[in-house]
């Protein structure tokens, strides 16, 4: 498959106070053209830094420590910010968690969807009304023309988060960015956008990619997973390699600490303790002092990220250790 | 579960109307949120009653009624057969010795500016229990019930994870030892693997201590794994009333139907026939005539816009109010 997004190597620094400590380390991974990869992990565990780093809206106190950040051939990881902003909603473009706190409640929708399309579209005031119209259509908002001169306090949860998909879908980009997009709506209307945003993936052939903390979107959205854990990858694979045969501890821990709706379960498996704090990395693993099957070398060593069979990508030492056996 | 014994609370005709003003300044008008129309349950002593529906459903306001920190419209709320909407604020504090409430957002519902010790034993001096020495000791207790260190005594909110948090706004609630727990949404705030410790320990301290639950959430998921019974709440009603297994084996109801089946599995390739709703929530200031449900139901006829359906038992103590469901 061609890949249209590369991450090499990227790291990502915070500064808290006068403590600077590496929220994300050396992640890679690409995303292909019409794929959409899921990244899933607890809070903190830096997958909403990954994805900001690559849209350029990191947080003031957070920048790039590291590593290339490739579109289409293109290294944007170094560019100046007046020249991220062509890229920003043209060729990648986000949805955020929160629809109420994305959009700017002094402004009428219409204002702005149309700041959206000036920017990048070359098109009059009366073509940018009608694009407008069409694509809240399209978004399955009803009385489109009326809610264009609404505010976003008069709109619900899900239609707000349907304004920002269509925001996001103006420009036709490659990769949409979707961190966590349902997460504060209720099931029903999770439902009724995550199919949205299926139809208008496979009718532009956008890629998207998916951070989410719900493996059953996961299941159900994504063909290709990446896992993170402290601000790393531990594991990368198929959607079909994830849930029927995860390698690295966590993950098949954390599979299995989902309370099951299609299984009856006496009590739940769980992991215990915490995530550990980015100012207090452990020396080797990071999830060694979590995991069940740790070993000394765990605690002494940090295990790479290696491939099995060119399918799976695990940090574990378990699997370099058979891996160098066999 | 025995269903003729004697029921711990019982809750008859509730209501809950919120007035609000709208409209310009000068031509305000009055107008009633119906938050909680009509609702009759009861709980038996023992058991883990779970109410589950989306946000503005009304669930959270019927846990808030009941401990009486809103003052319901009309209805009847009675906890070990005395009415409790009888009772003078005085007498009222007496009785929230026996109902304690969690609440969702560990973050928010401990005092920063208190030690753990503090917060721990501040519902015993409201209480009058124990002299100094003896709260003390139950400080310790308590920390250890919960799975806590009692070494965390002295130490502020500030220093503990979202899920150590919730373990001690749970030891909190049980300083007083009561006999009702209301646990509001107590795990939507943490992460799956936390989320897990936290229902596990919860399912703990009910068998050891002897508590009666009332478990609300909007997670299916966790509410199926918790609870021996279920209520399901739309639009300020109860729509579904059954045992835990039986209603998500069969769904009577349209809506919940379409509230299981809307929750994304965690499992590749499950062929599962999704009954995506159309439209919102009614407002709850101008519900719909007849059936609540009749403006997004798949399946409605005519009369259910215009006659209310009644609450009836199927059989099994399964309640449903639908015109269609058998």
Not at chain 1, 59 to 70: E, F, R, T, Y
Not at chain 1, 212 to 224: K, S
Not at chain 2, 50 to 65: F, L, W
């Amino acid at each position: 498959m061609d890949s249209i997004l590369q991450l090499h190597h990227v790291s990502v620094s915070a500064k808290v106070g006068n403590e600077k400590f590496e929220v994300v380390k050396d992640v890679s991974f690409h995303v292909g053209k019409g794929e959409t990869l899921g990244i899933v992990g607890e809070s903190g565990c830096g997958k909403s830094i990954t994805a900001k780093s690559i849209i350029g809206l990191l947080p003031s106190n957070a920048w790039l420590s590291g590593g290339d950040i490739i579109l289409n051939n293109r290294e944007i990881s170094s560019l100046k910010k007046r020249d991220m902003r062509k890229i920003q909603g043209k060729e990648i473009a986000m949805i955020f968690q929160e629809p109420m706190a994305s959009l700017d409640p002094v402004y009428t929708i219409s204002e702005q969807l149309a700041e959206m399309i000036k920017n990048h579209l070359k098109l009059t005031r009366s073509e940018i009304k009608n694009y407008s119209i069409d694509l809240l259509e399209k978004v399955g908002i009803p009385r489109a023309k009326e809610i264009l001169n609404e505010f976003p306090f008069q709109l619900s949860g899900g239609m707000s988060q349907r304004i920002m998909i269509a925001m996001a879908m103006s420009c036709k980009p490659e990769i949409l960015i979707a961190d966590e997009p349902t997460t504060a709506l209720d099931v029903t209307i999770q439902a009724q956008i995550m199919d949205l945003m299926g139809d208008l993936k496979n009718e532009n052939q956008t890629s998207v990619i998916l951070i989410t903390h719900d493996m059953g979107i996961v299941a159900e959205f994504c063909q290709r997973v990446i896992v993170m854990y402290a601000g790393e990858i531990v594991e990368e694979a198929t959607v079909e390699q994830i849930f029927n045969d995860p390698k690295h501890p966590y993950t098949q821990a954390l599979l299995k600490s989902i309370p099951r709706i299609d299984e009856r379960q006496e009590s739940l498996p769980y992991i215990e303790g915490s995530v550990p704090s980015p100012r207090s990395m452990p020396k080797g693993c990071r999830f060694a002092d979590r995991c069940p099957l740790a070993f000394d070398q765990c605690f002494d060593q940090e295990p790479d990220l290696i491939s099995i069979n060119n399918q799976y990508k695990v940090r574990c030492w378990l699997y370099e250790k058979s891996n160098r056996k066999g | 579960m025995n269903v003729d014994s004697d029921p711990i609370l019982t809750v008859h005709h509730l209501k809950k109307y919120f007035t609000i003003k709208t409209g310009q300044i000068g031509r305000r008008v009055s107008t009633n949120i119906h938050s909680v129309e009509d609702i009759s349950f009861n709980i038996h002593r023992g058991e883990t009653l779970g109410i589950v529906g989306e946000s503005g459903c009304g669930k959270s306001t019927t846990a808030r009624m009941i401990i009486r920190l809103l003052e319901p419209t009309s209805g009847e709320i009675n906890f070990e057969g005395e009415n409790l909407l009888e009772k003078s604020r005085h007498e009222m504090r007496k009785i929230r010795k026996d109902i304690q409430m969690v609440f969702q957002d560990p973050f928010e519902s401990l005092d920063p500016r208190m030690k753990i010790s503090a917060i721990l034993e501040e519902p015993m001096k409201n209480f009058n229990l124990y002299n100094r020495k003896q709260r003390k000791q139950r400080v310790a207790d308590l920390l250890k019930e919960v799975g806590l260190s009692s070494a965390y005594a002295d130490r502020y909110p500030n220093e503990f994870s979202g899920g150590q948090r919730q373990r001690i706004g749970i030891a909190r609630a049980l300083a007083s030892h009561p006999k009702l727990l209301i646990a509001d949404e107590p795990v939507s705030a943490l992460d799956v693997s936390v989320q897990s410790q936290v229902l596990n320990l919860m399912k703990g301290l009910q068998k050891k201590l002897d508590l009666t639950y009332l478990f609300i959430s909007h997670d299916l998921s966790v509410v199926k794994h918790f609870c021996d019974r279920i209520a399901v709440m739309y639009l300020g009603r109860i729509v579904e009333l059954s045992e835990a297994e039986q209603l998500f084996k069969h769904p009577r109801h349209p809506y919940t139907q379409s509230l299981i089946s809307a929750i994304p599995i965690p499992r590749p390739n499950t062929d599962k026939k999704r009954i995506i709703l159309q439209g919102e929530v009614p407002d709850p200031s101008n519900p719909p005539e007849g059936c609540p449900f009749h403006t997004r139901c798949p399946v409605a006829m005519e009369i259910c816009s215009k006659s209310l359906p009644e609450f009836i038992n199927k059989g099994n103590e399964h309640f449903v109010a639908c015109h269609i469901a058998t």
